[in-house]
């Protein structure tokens, strides 16, 4: 029978803040399950700390709330012990690039078939606002005393050549259009990585809904406002490695485009490369029986519960004698 959008969806309390932009990344996610009609029991879905660290409690499916800037270790454990999963990672910008950067770096050398969904707002919502690592130089947002000292992190760039084959810009306040780069992302073969811009009303007073929509960005011709974000598949752009020769035209092309910041921020799909082997795929070349018989169906207790690992080999090897 076919699922519901209301089946993806929870009946658990949300203290979000009114207008959050929280609320569009969560509604995209239920409504690209929906449309992928992807079954809940075949769904896992992780967040690590912060406002957005409870996405999973509201969305029906399995979900698992990790820990400060470790959602993708618990993520790709999770994926590598049952490769039949859709694993789903979400989290702050504070939570993956700042403590859990050097996570983000090596999720990217891996290249796990999952997807990894950014709310980036620029801020430590759920601490009251600090300064975080996407939030630009010299900006001072409301709960700063003093503007930002240190330069921006460029979440594009990073996950470029930290090797993520699926690199992806959304906007939390376009719920379609996300919703189509999610679906995109889940589709990819490799990591997919949505760097979802996200206003903060609570917290961030400069990057706001109505900066976004342009209130201040007038045309003098017409004298309307022109919004910030455009849709670069609808300017021409192209990101997809149709050819392994063209892998470093295509990197160029993205560094360049995530570059692009102020009156004009390109949103969807900067880059999609599926000539590299997954971590899978890797694996199974060591590992023959690995789709198989992978390590979620193996045996770690015996009738008893007991475990039968056995580590008397180990402890022999180990052992210093007088
Ligand atoms: Fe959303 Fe900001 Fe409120 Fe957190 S503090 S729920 S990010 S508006």
């Known amino acids: ?130 300064a975080a690592p996407t939030l630009k130089l010299g900006m001072k947002t409301k709960s700063l005393t003093q503007p930002n000292v240190n330069n921006s992190v460029n979440p594009i760039s990073l996950a470029l050549v930290a090797g993520f084959t699926f690199i992806a810009r959304g906007y939390s306040y376009d719920v379609r259009h996300l919703k189509e780069i999610i679906k995109k992302a889940i589709e990819h073969k490799g990591l997919a990585f949505l760097d979802v811009l996200q206003p903060c009303p609570t917290y961030n007073d400069i990057n706001t809904k109505e900066w976004y929509q342009g209130l201040d960005n007038i045309n003098p011709e017409t004298n309307k406002q022109i919004p910030r ?58 590992v023959s029986d690995y789709i198989e018989n992978p390590p979620y169906k193996q045996a770690i207790s015996d009738e008893n519960n007991k475990s039968i690992s056995n580590i008397d080999k180990l402890l022999a090897e180990l052992r210093v004698d007088n």
């Open 1 to 130: 029978m076919a699922l519901k959008l209301a089946d993806y969806k929870t009946d658990t309390h949300n203290d979000w803040c009114p207008g959050c932009g929280d609320f569009g990344i969560l509604n995209a996610i239920q409504m690209a399950l929906f449309d992928m009609q992807i079954p809940r029991h075949r769904t896992a879905i992780f967040s690590g700390i912060g406002c957005s660290g409870k996405t999973p409690h509201f969305i029906h499916t399995y979900g698992i709330h990790t820990l400060h800037g470790r959602v993708l270790p618990f993520a790709q454990g999770a994926k590598l012990s049952n490769p039949e999963l859709e694993i789903l990672a979400v989290g702050g910008d504070g939570d993956g690039l700042g403590i859990g950067a050097g996570h983000f770096i090596g999720a990217g050398r891996r290249n796990l078939d999952m997807v990894y969904i950014i709310f980036n707002n620029g801020v430590y919502g759920l601490t009251k606002g600090q």
């Open 229 to 286: 974000t455009y849709k670069i598949e609808e300017a021409g752009y192209d990101g997809v490695v149709h050819e392994v020769e063209d892998i470093n035209d295509k990197m160029a092309q993205v560094i360049e485009k995530s570059n692009e910041w102020g009156n004009k921020i390109p949103i969807g799909i900067f880059y999609q490369n599926e000539h590299i082997p997954t971590y899978q795929e890797r694996i199974l070349a060591r």
